[in-house]
């Protein structure tokens, strides 16, 4: 087979290039940024997903920058233990839950990359401006980043469009499909330095999205001599209101401080906790109504140039990754490229918009939902009141068999 060319040096086209390059398969991949640099914060990887990293031998690599998570934990805005639950190796996953810095997991998969497949095969500042295709392959047009000069169009077998949620082929494909949707809600994201809280790998969801909900974990362990980590924070509030997303927008911190300036727990001072960021960006909540068809003859989706998700669920990324093994192992069991993409897509497309559903109505923060209704926005005397365990566990595990993340799919006795 001819090259597959891969838009987009993310997270999902690294993961591709890895996993094609593991099948014989060659590729080019072409990156609009003129560097590879660490953006964004952190990020969760869960079992089902690093599953297909181990496979390319990665998860030492990443078990060495990051936080092996151990359970996720949730509160009411006072502070008060709604649910625990036990994650990856701690439930009884063969594979460990990471929760990671997004540059780290980029820098990782990139070092495999330039060793593996090669340096020469990635190109940095070729911003792509559309693809056009034939009987025999698909010409792609660039412009070089910074003076948008014209570039030398490439062909290849395929192309993979996996350049993100502003993706210029998605346009191209769906161009009367609009801009990103907007949630109602606005997301502030950061990192502080801080001291291990709770069991020091501990995924903390708490509050509620009418008055304030906050996700914070660890992604790097013992960063100092202080034996700090570095720990990712969102803040999530109803907001009519809000920008374009950009990885890189600063936010300020007195936008959504007032809602969380009683939060001083025994375990974390969270106005505290804020006041201390290295760094605050803003994002606002945004997503896509699943597409009718990613593939076009030679041309298609990967990530969230496919299925942008908002981030509720711990999935982009991972679903990222399914992707790309999906993609992989039916371009290797096919001859005819474009039938190897209806076999992707009709192997993920649904999945995927599945989840992009369930993310919007009921991911596992619908847990805190519950809980926030039932009492009235009001402490309770004790949780067994207000829901029953029974409940909550159900509400974790119906997301987990849609996300396909769950113990049942992975082989995992389930754990209460």
Sequence with gaps: MDDVIIIG???GGLTLALTLQRAGIPCRVFESADAIRPVGVGINVLPHAVKELAELGLQDALARVAVTTREAVFFNRFGQLIYREALGRDAGFAWPQFSIHRGDLQAVLLQAFNARVGTDRLRLGWRCTGAEQDDHGVAVRFRR?????????QRGAVVIACDGIHSVIRKQLHPAEGDPVYSGYNMWRGVTRWKPFLSG????????????KMVIYPIRDAIDAEGRQLVNWVAEIETPHYKKRDWNRPG??????GAVADWHFDWLDVPAFLRAADVVLEFPMVDQDPLPRWSFGRITLLGDAAHPMVPRGS?????AILDARALADALAA???PARALQVYEEKRREVTSNIVLTNRK??????LREVYLRTGDKPFARIEDVIAREELVALSDGYKRISGSSHEA???????
């Design 410 to 416: 992975l082989g995992a006795p389930p754990q209460r």
């Design 315 to 319: 999935n982009g990324a991972g679903q």
């Design 201 to 212: 790998a501990s995924m903390v969801r708490a509050g509620w999205l009418a008055t304030g």
């Design 252 to 257: 300020n911190l007195d936008d959504f401080l």
């Design 334 to 336: 096919h001859g005819d």
């Design 9 to 11: 040096a993310g997270i």
């Design 362 to 367: 009921n991911p596992p923060d619908a847990i």
């Design 145 to 153: 980043a910074g003076d948008d000069a014209e570039l030398p169009a």
